[in-house]
């Protein structure tokens, strides 16, 4: 799927169709290892996209558009497949690892790891930190909130995240170097605030904060997905950056695996993968299909029917009260590639500001995974170190606020 998800949005059509098809039938495949939960999400995407259709039709609409339906999101999917092997490339731990380091260096040097690392290696650095920093099966406040936010903003930059290819495929228009200059400025807020919280926080015992033996010399890696994104970026532009990291994992990953072990070991390392733990992505594979078509069909019923929001412009003061409602629905378990669907085909007739749009979409998703307290993220803190909701929800309230507002002010200012 992933090389004709490529090679369909290069300009190759026909390729879509296999792209879409091959996204279906791993759908269905992987269909029994769904929990109830999420067979019923799927089901209410899937029948809130075929109601838009629906109404399309009553509205005069007269096609069924099924590459659409089976294709909108095959870029995500692509790219949450071709990322994930990435990890068999990364290490984040020093094999041999020194004293472990006490105080605050030790905070930087955890908090720091785990974002760079997780820029391209996604939820895999945070639940490989967390498992090494957990006490009795538990995370302190210090511990989880940093490694939390620390994963979590790294979704405002790294095109390795599917957030970045989210905010970019539904804010037609916006390009990721664009988008750089604003989002690092509220990556090293996040950053700032955290230290700042828990080195002033009474019980914030940052002199005391035991960190995580980082493996740095590993973060080249990261530094050269980076480097091979921008130039392969700057040399086809016309590309989307959503196909360039597709691309880029695969053939990386399989040149570093041939470099180190060999042609055939190599290969077979990566068909052990894609057999064993690829299928490991059904969650998001679920997610992304089905919102897919939930947002084909609101975009063909709008189409239709546009709706009207009693505003002529999607001005920077509109932008942070969208802002401000998406975070809201984070926080009642709305996750944020749903409302970022739905805002997206509301908006986009007002012909909103791409950069703008897209910014808020990369903030929404951000800090609403750690501000929810039912997000994916919040979820496997409390199932797995044994954090409760209203924990999630108190430790990161200040912290939403903050950066909320730092976001506000930035669109005011910049817009």
């Known amino acids: 799927m992933i090389f004709s998800s490529v090679l369909g949005a290069s300009g190759l059509q026909d390729f879509l169709w296999i792209s879409g098809i091959s996204a279906l039938v791993a759908f269905i495949l992987l269909w029994p290892r769904m929990s109830r939960i999420q067979h019923i999400q799927c089901g209410i995407f899937f029948s809130v996209g075929f109601l838009g259709l629906g109404l399309a039709w009553m509205n005069g609409y007269r096609e069924i558009p099924v590459q659409k339906f089976i294709t909108q999101n095959h870029l995500l999917i692509s790219l949450l497949s071709a990322v994930s092997f990435l990890r068999l490339i990364t290490d984040t731990r020093l094999e041999t690892p020194e004293v472990i380091q006490t105080g605050g260096k030790a905070f930087w040097q955890t908090i720091g790891g785990v974002h760079l690392f997780a820029s391209v290696i996604n939820i895999s650095a945070f639940i490989i930190f967390g498992d090494a920093l957990k006490k009795n099966g538990r995370l302190d406040r210090t511990t989880a909130t940093s490694i939390q936010r620390g994963f979590a903003l790294a979704a405002l930059w790294s095109p390795f995240f599917a957030a970045m290819g989210t905010c970019l495929l539904y804010a037609p228009g916006s390009k990721w ?25 009474r019980n914030g015992n940052l002199d005391l904060f035991k960190g995580y033996p980082v493996n740095f010399r590993a973060l080249w890696v990261p530094s050269l997905m980076v480097v091979c994104v921008l130039i ?40 052990e993968f894609s057999q064993n733990r690829l299928p490991d992505i059904y969650g998001e594979l679920a997610l992304f299909f089905s919102t897919g078509v939930m947002a084909t069909g609101i975009t063909v019923f709008i189409g239709q029917a546009p709706l009207t929001l009693g505003i002529e412009a999607f001005t920077p003061a509109i932008a942070v009260i969208v802002m401000g409602a998406l975070l809201l629905l984070a926080f009642v378990g709305v996750h944020a590639i749903v409302s970022i669907v739905a805002a997206s085909a509301i908006l986009l007739p007002l012909d909103p500001n791409p950069l703008m749009l897209a910014l808020i979409f990369l903030v929404t998703w951000s800090v609403g995974s750690t501000g929810g307290p039912i997000s994916g993220l919040n979820l496997a803190m409390q199932g797995r170190y044994g954090i409760t909701a209203f924990q999630c929800f108190a430790w990161n309230i200040i912290y939403t606020l903050i950066i909320f507002i730092g976001s506000s002010i930035l669109i005011l200012t910049i817009f």
């Open 177 to 201: 170097t664009h988008l750089l200059p604003l989002s690092i400025p509220i990556t090293v807020l996040g950053l700032t605030i955290t230290w700042v919280e828990h080195r002033f926080r």
């Open 232 to 271: 392969a970026h700057n040399i086809l532009p016309h590309l989307s950056v959503l196909v360039l990291v597709s691309a880029l994992s695969i053939s990386i990953t399989t040149v570093v695996l041939i470099a180190q072990r060999h042609l055939l070991p190599a290969l077979k390392t990566i068909q």
